[in-house]
């Protein structure tokens, strides 16, 4: 399946090209490109909420998704449109469907449930994306369907590499682009060790930091 339309900036910083331009978690993006039609937030931690990379890619005419306790954070910053989500809603902007689940822990406590912070599945043109968040291997996450998983491998904060192959065997995508690793925590090999433990697998792995 091809990835070409996906760019993973660092960390979770993640931009895919459809009919629209979306960024997940803009973090570190220094170039002033204002193409950005919908921005999405998972939480507010500062690799995750950069106002300055924010600001480098919006326009106009950009909306911005976030969770809805992020509110008095989002309203700081000027956008065409405010969207706020909380897990297991359903919205469409033109024809982009997007859908929230729970990104959280489950044996830490870095991103406690309770915060409501979001993980996106994003439908278009039949093809599913999911953006895990900062989340550990939960209930919700073994449920989804997607074509391309964007899932973190770091460990520390979110799921190791281990962790995360055991969801992706359960969640069975097309392709796994491994984010939030090799940089703030985990190592470039973590992406390397996320393949061995996908040999017995058709999944592909790419490799996008």
Same mark, same amino acid.
């Given at each position: 399946?091809?990835?070409?339309?996906?760019?993973?900036?660092?960390?979770?910083?993640?931009?895919?090209?459809?009919?629209?331009?979306l +960024?997940?978690?803009?973090? *570190?993006i220094?170039?002033?490109?204002?193409?950005?039609?919908?921005?999405f937030?998972?939480?507010?931690?500062?690799?995750?909420?950069?106002?300055?990379?924010?600001?480098?890619?919006?326009?106009?005419?950009?909306?911005i998704?976030a969770?809805?306790?992020?509110? /008095?954070?989002?309203?700081?910053?000027?956008?065409?449109?405010?969207?706020?989500l909380?897990? /297991?809603? !359903?919205i469409?902007?033109?024809?982009?469907?997007?859908?929230?689940? @729970?990104?959280y822990?489950?044996?830490? @406590?870095?991103?406690?449930?309770?915060n409501?912070?979001?993980?996106?599945?994003?439908? +278009?043109?039949?093809?599913?994306?999911?953006?895990?968040?900062d989340?550990?291997?939960?209930?919700?996450? *073994?449920? %989804?369907?997607?074509?391309?998983?964007?899932?973190?491998?770091?460990?520390?904060?979110?799921?190791?590499? *281990?962790?995360?192959? !055991?969801?992706i *065997?359960v969640?069975?995508?097309?392709?796994?682009?491994?984010?939030? +690793?090799?940089?703030? %925590?985990?190592?470039?090999?973590?992406?390397?060790?996320?393949?061995?433990?996908?040999?017995?697998? /058709?999944?592909e792995? %790419?490799?996008?930091?």
């Amino acid at each position: 399946m091809n990835t070409d339309n996906i760019i993973v900036n660092t960390q979770s910083s993640i931009r895919i090209k459809l009919d629209k331009v979306l +960024y997940f978690d803009p973090f *570190k993006i220094e170039e002033d490109t204002h193409d950005a039609d919908i921005i999405f937030i998972t939480h507010e931690h500062y690799d995750h909420f950069d106002i300055k990379s924010i600001n480098n890619i919006k326009n106009d005419n950009t909306i911005i998704v976030a969770p809805k306790s992020m509110d /008095n954070q989002i309203n700081e910053i000027s956008f065409k449109d405010y969207i706020y989500l909380s897990p /297991n809603e !359903e919205i469409t902007i033109d024809n982009i469907t997007i859908k929230t689940i @729970p990104s959280y822990n489950i044996d830490k @406590p870095f991103h406690p449930r309770s915060n409501n912070w979001l993980g996106y599945i994003v439908i +278009y043109d039949n093809i599913t994306y999911f953006v895990a968040g900062d989340t550990d291997m939960t209930p919700e996450n *073994k449920n %989804v369907k997607c074509d391309i998983a964007l899932l973190p491998i770091g460990g520390h904060f979110t799921m190791d590499s *281990k962790e995360a192959s !055991e969801l992706i *065997k359960v969640i069975n995508p097309k392709v796994v682009i491994p984010t939030h +690793y090799g940089s703030i %925590v985990g190592s470039m090999d973590d992406a390397k060790t996320l393949k061995e433990y996908l040999n017995d697998t /058709n999944i592909e792995v %790419v490799e996008k930091l």
